[in-house]
């Protein structure tokens, strides 16, 4: 099941950090609404605000196997273990 993030392609303000912290309330009232808002500082930005149902799901983890894993399942791994004649590789 994909989960679709509509926020993140929605139309987003940008503040200036003055402006933000004056007017948080409203930033925050955006924010929920689903429209991210985008803070600066001296021009550059700094941190996006969204609501924290959003968060959630771009912080998602889902149960993915390591690395580690992956390779221990592979069919290549019990070739690795077979006991016996080491192969090397010659480069050439």
Known sequence: METQ???LTAPHRTWPLGRAKARFS???RLA???QPQRV???GRDAVV???SSEFELLTAREDFP???ELVAGSPLARV???PGRRRRFRGG
Request: positive net charge; proline residues 0%.
């Open 49 to 51: 605000i969204v609501a």
């Open 80 to 82: 690795a273990k077979r």
């Open 66 to 68: 390591s690395l580690r």
């Open 40 to 42: 600066t500082v001296h």
């Open 32 to 34: 929920r609404s689903g």
């Open 26 to 28: 409203e930033v925050v």
């Open 5 to 7: 993030i509509h926020s």
